[in-house]
């Protein structure tokens, strides 16, 4: 029987964790796969006290023994890669692999989602890092592939072209283009470091899946981000649930094994958009302080607020989860209650599902009584029993068992729950 690949998907607003946990499993795989996003992502992994971010490349990379591919779902930008990213290790060659099919963000990407950004009346809470110009460019047809590197020249040529067809948008938003030789020189120096990496992974992939290779699948930001699931407009620009693996990598259904949902004890959100358990006092700011609650890609301070239950019930029926792996339980060390989000009050109605919008809902909360502490913990029976209820209740409420849990940053730090 032919072997299916293992996934992890965040199931709240992104930044649950699952650079740890695709690190932790990856030390069991022979191959670590990113389906979607840009390095609008980030992954903050620790190992042995030293961290390592990542926004590309899979976090695979620090199993020495693991191969890792960039799908053709990934929007890349090629000078983050090669500035920020291989700089952090040796030389990857014959272990990292980018699609052929991959679309290339480049500069001028990041200038009109700046500028876009500016002119809106209603920010959305974009990274500005060009995810959105590179996705609406590939749906227009008009964006350029990463296989097209390999001839300079010509996609010098398409991007000037491209230039002369957008000339009044770019006009209006005050982007020159590009010096035509620069603009070679600059795809030349990007062909020249990506040339080695760059292939068809979806045949690999399906030979990998053919070897009996172990593969895991690894989600960019998280399910309520989803561009059509999510928190609409307040959202990514592509489909972060486990069904844009099949398409980001060349999958069928079938190829999905084991599905790992990753979401924090609490819950956290970057940029604008709604966020129903969202809390404003001291406890808010105090899981941003303990949780160093700040985004990898920009840095920015996290809002901060209670699990919502509501939210991961539906997040885990959408991916089809096996189980979920609660992050960062040690943030909440020390509070004398910890509330849990059961249902929504939405147009004066009590309800237990995610409704078109969330703008407006309020929570309804549970109170649990809190722990000392879980810091470092390493085996389910250690947990204290107050941290052991708050987790059975989590199980109950989103109908999905919690099989991993994170004490830490640390690697080591980890519970896998038998």
């Excluded at 770019?170 to 020159?176: G, N, R, Y």
């Excluded at 699931?229 to 079938?254: D, E, I, M, Q, R």
Aim: charged letters at 25%; a negative charge.
């Amino acid at each position: 029987m032919r072997q299916q690949a293992d996934m992890i998907v965040g199931l709240q607003w992104g930044d649950e964790g699952k650079g740890k946990i695709v690190d932790h499993m990856a030390q069991t795989h022979d191959v670590v796969c990113r389906f979607a996003g840009g390095h609008n992502a980030g992954h903050t992994i620790v190992v042995d006290g030293v961290s390592y971010a990542l926004h590309l490349i899979p976090s695979g990379v620090l199993n020495p023994k693991a191969i890792n591919i960039i799908g053709n779902g990934v929007v890349l930008s090629p000078e983050n890669l090669i500035d920020k990213e291989l700089k952090q290790f040796p030389s990857l060659e014959g272990r990292l692999f980018i699609s052929d099919k991959a679309h290339l963000l480049l500069p001028y990407h990041a200038q009109i989602d700046q500028a876009k950004e500016k002119l809106r009346k209603r920010a959305i809470g974009t990274t500005g890092k060009g995810i959105g110009p590179a996705y609406a460019d590939k749906i227009a047809r008009s964006g350029h592939r990463v296989g097209e590197l390999h001839n300079p020249e010509k996609l010098t040529q398409k991007i000037l072209s491209y230039f002369e067809d957008h000339r009044v948008m770019f006009d209006v938003m005050e982007i020159e283009q590009p010096d035509p030789s620069e603009l070679k020189d600059l795809l030349t120096h990007y062909r020249d470091q990506l040339e080695c990496y760059i292939t068809d992974t979806t045949n690999l992939l399906w030979d990998y899946l053919q070897e009996g290779k172990k593969i895991l699948l690894e989600g960019a930001q998280g399910t309520m981000l989803d561009i059509d699931h999510g928190t609409y407009p307040f959202v990514t620009s592509s489909n972060t649930v486990s069904a844009g693996a099949c398409t980001g990598l060349g999958l069928n259904p079938k190829d999905i094994g084991r599905v790992t949902g990753i979401a924090k004890a609490y819950c956290t959100r970057v940029g604008n958009g709604p966020f129903p358990t969202e809390d404003f006092t001291e406890q808010g700011n105090r899981m941003a302080d303990v949780g160093r609650e700040f985004g990898t890609t920009t840095g920015r301070k996290r809002r901060c607020g209670w699990f919502d239950a509501v939210a991961t019930k539906h997040a885990c029926r959408l991916n089809g989860c096996d189980q979920i792996a609660l992050m960062k339980l040690d943030v909440l060390d020390g509070f004398d209650e910890v509330k849990v989000c059961v249902q929504y009050r939405f147009e004066g109605e009590e309800i237990d599902y995610v409704p078109y919008d969330l703008e407006g809902v309020e929570p309804i909360y549970e109170s649990f009584k809190g722990w000392k502490s879980v810091k470092g913990i390493r085996e389910y029976d250690v947990l204290p029993q107050e941290a052991k209820r708050y987790i059975k209740e989590i199980e109950r409420l989103t109908q999905t068992k919690v099989g991993i849990i994170s004490t830490s940053p640390d690697r080591k730090d980890t519970i896998v729950v038998r």
